[in-house]
């Protein structure tokens, strides 16, 4: 297979959209689904004579951005103005940064699906405002600005992935990190986290970089993978037939599953950025740094390394238990009220979220409520039920989201601790096999499992298993 | 003296229509203001890129409060046309 | 009572006296502009019914006047300012029929501490220009000689203040647009420090540039007015977090004060002109004063300077006017490219499309070095030479324009010549630095002659307090015969 003999190598570019009150650079509302142009003002409509002013929490979020993905923070950066027109543009220009970006040089340590870890590099992350939105109708374009002006920054990558894989975990771990640290809410349906990836391909062993295509806007991590993976292919292929890549943007069709042409590499653009009169440069001092550092939030790796040692969990366990903000907030729910954090990690990786991906659901949408896994993981520490009949309760819970305790009076599911009661059953069991017994007799001790299992199931799977053992074995040595 | 091309790539880039009469026009005045500006040349200058002109003390930050616009008809109110509730441009071509 | 000639100070201290009341007094300016404007074309929007309103709200508060330090002053505010129900048209017709949704932070503090718009004044289009010929809705008249114009671009508010139809006015100064009016009119006028006054609300030109300041006939009218408009504004992230001094308090201070002069400025200049200003170096010598000379080797490359600067934020300040969200649209675009850029090229004039075609290109991929950012370099360089000559002195001084008021078309022809008319009031603007036109003469024919007092930044209360000084010396300026009526 030809594939083998190139590799890709891919860059990401993430928009994300700061989650502030307002707006970048006016006080209008950052808020998404308002009716249109109604959370707009003469500053993000582009009015004659209305000015940017800062908005610092913006500024905040950016800086823990660039804490959270090891970046170098500049003291003074400088906001710019890349001009061109477009009607979702009102000014004429947006207000971004260029020349001097506020951070650069960071990295973001990803896992593969083969255990390793891979460190991808971040080129900068700079701000900048996000332009409006057109819809364009057989009749004309219609222009709704009241997302013109929202706070973004943009994380550009070094070209270091080389494969659909490794862009995609790239893509999780960034997500994960800015939401976790409250930075951006990462829907990426509404478009608050956007991505652009730039991809060529070229021979192993060679150090030239082939000819880039850009993949525009692509709103989910399942397409980026896809869209990736399609576009290596496409370009080997392309390339093993003798034709030329030609630079060019292309988007991701996930009804074909296939990118398509956007648009040829039109004449270059020429934005004439320079640096934004409006504004002075952005300054960052030691003290504000200090700040935003003391009141970042806890990030993944952190709370990865903290699940470790208070839990006692693998590094495995730990890392998937991170993966999301919510899906560790959902485990810690489990772990306080259960007191059990090596069951809770067992319930919540081995039987919610399998359940959950097969019904294609999130944390958020689990059936199965924290406090309601950890009455249930109560009732197995209890003694109330077994495992095996918790399983079963499990099941019912997930269907219906009823707790278990209703489930197990329902079902009369209640574990059978009462030494009389399972006497009976024991002693029935050994009447009923007396073969088994003649050989358990004659030094066939192994056969005491045999007798348990028959025991439990004369209970249907409700004995207490601890007392049921001891039961069987003082029964059978008598 | 700047070519007629470079008039029209100019006046392009700054989206600007030119008569006829006006490109011969900007032609000559471009080029003779380009000429005096030339002068630049002669001023031994560093290599600073990034000259400050506001004021030491000016505070570029606001706090983070939402707080509508309360002239939204006055907003509205200028835009040459209007369509449930957007801007409208009449039906165009793309332009990339 | 006839009204048109007073200042600020004679219009309080009768409203103190209760001799009249602000809307005998509004009455009076709107009978002058409909009466003598005809021949000016200096305002380009009233709104008689709307003004005396505003009016008789105050008759009602006679006895806040002594809280409210602009009570009952009527006031001229050029098209380029936002005033919330007003047109801001900037001089423009991109911006013709555009009616502002908001107001400007400079109008609003002088509207709420009394002083009533009796209307919005012609400019230069987007205040591009020294002569207000460049005006989308006519050329304004110079009121000392109706064949002459009344500089730019702020030569409405100029205008306006020196015939008597309106008691102060604002103006925007980006290159010397208030004082060379101002000089060219016979009125004192001020481009404050960048920084000083708010920006939000005008219609940007060259944004690190531009500055709004008065026009008046007296210095402390100037002052007056500062004092309520200037300080913070959260809403211009240029504006400086500095105090406003009380000016008109400041401005009986006994100081004297040493004068840099830069002899090869005076090169070229009208011999009049020229005659007038040592005049002006004796004054402040009889005062006590001293006269230096100074040395601003870099200023001469100023008109190249900021004719790089300017047009090049000018080209962005302006990308805006589109036809898409606001302001003229073409009837005619067959896409939304050629919406643009005939919505652009119809609805903007000659001058302006200049110099967004000089400031695309001195921006354009490869030029970029070349031009904007050497001409920022040189730009330091023209401030470094102020602050050079600021530890010898206390103002530069100079005249405000090399000639007086000229003909009406004299400079249409060549843009270079036009604007060598800014060439004493360019660097101040590149400078950052404060710059007050003071009359100081007539020439033989009759029209006004100016000089500028250069300081350092913030020192707005040392140019108040000289310019205050010399005004004693000089006695009271003469104002042109329509301005009473005639004419």
Redesign the interface.
Known sequence: MSLEKYEAVIGLEVHAQLM???KMFC?????YGA????????IC?G?PGSLP???????ELGVRAAIALQCEIHSES?FARKNY???DLPKGYQISQY??PYSTHGNIVVRLKNGDEKRIGITRIHFEEDAGKS??E????????NRAGVPLIEIVSEPDMRNAHEAGQYLRALHSILRYADICDGNMEEGNFRCDANISVRLRGTEKFGTKVELKNINSFKFVEKAIEYEIQRQVFAIENGEKIIQQTRSWNSGKNVTEVM?EK?EAH?Y?YF?E?D????TISVEWLGQIRNEMPELPSQASERFKKAFELSDYDAAVLTSSKELAHYFESVVSHSKNGKASANWVMNELLGRLNAASKEIEASPVSATQIAELIKKIDSGEISGKIAKTVFEEMFATSKDASVIIKDKGFVQISDPAALENAVRKVIENNPSQLAEYKAGKVKLLGFFVGQAMKETQGQANPALLNELVKKLLDT | MLTREE?LK?????????TED?IV??QK??T???G????????Q???????????S?????????????P??E????????V?????????????? | MEFGTQTIQELLEGYQAKQFKPSEVIEGYLKNISERDEKLNSFLQVRPEETLANAKKLDGRMNEVNQLPLFGIPIAIKDNFLV?GWQATAGSKVLSG?????TATSVQRLESMGAVIVGKVNCDEFAMGSSNENSAFGAVRNPWDLERVPGGSSGGSSAAVAAGLATVSLGTDTGGSIRQPASLCGLVGLKP???RVSRYGIVAYAS??DQVGPFSKTVWDSARVMEVMAG?D?RD??????SVPKYTEELSSKRTFTLGVSRSWLEGVDPEVGKSFEAVLEAFKKMGGKVIDIDLP?TR?S???Y??IAPSEA?SNL?RY??????Y?TPS??????????S???G?G?EV??R???G??AL?AGYYDA?Y?????????IQEDFEKAFTQCDFVVSPTSPSTAFKLGEKTDD??KMYLSDIFTLPVNLA?LPGLSVPCGLDSKNLPIGFQLIGK??CESDLFTAAYQYEKVRGEFPLPSIAKGKG
């Not at chain 3, 555009?98 to 908001?102: A, G, K, T």
């Not at chain 3, 675009?333 to 005939?342: G, T």
């Open positions: 502030t009150a307002s006080r209008c509302p950052n808020q009716s249109p142009n109604t959370n707009v003002c003469p409509t009015q002013v800062i908005n610092k929490k913006a500024i400088v027109f477009y009607p020349e001097r819809n364009h057989s009749y004309g374009t219609l222009v709704n600005l648009r039109e020429d004439r640096p009169p504004l002075p440069k952005l | 008039v100019i006046a392009k880039l700054a989206r600007l229509t030119l006006e026009f900007y005045q471009l003779r203001v380009l005096h500006i030339e002068d630049l040349n002669q001023v200058t560093s290599k600073e890129a990034f000259v400050q002109h506001v004021p003390d000016a505070i570029p930050f606001r706090e983070d409060r939402a707080q509508p616009f002239n939204h006055g907003l509205m109110g200028n835009a040459p046309a369509e449930n509730g957007c801007f409208l441009l009449p039906t165009i071509v793309e332009h990339s | 919330e555009y009616v502002s949704p908001y420090t960048y920084g690190s540039l913070f959260d992230a240029t504006s400086s977090k500095r870099h490359y008109l190249s300077t004719y790089l080209s990308a589109d036809g898409v969200h606001y302001g649209r675009a067959k896409s939304s490219e050629d919406l643009y850029s005939r652009r090229g119809e903007i000659r499309k200049l967004i075609m000089l695309t290109y354009s031009f950012l050497k001409a920022n370099q040189v730009r330091r360089k843009p270079l950052g930044p913030f």
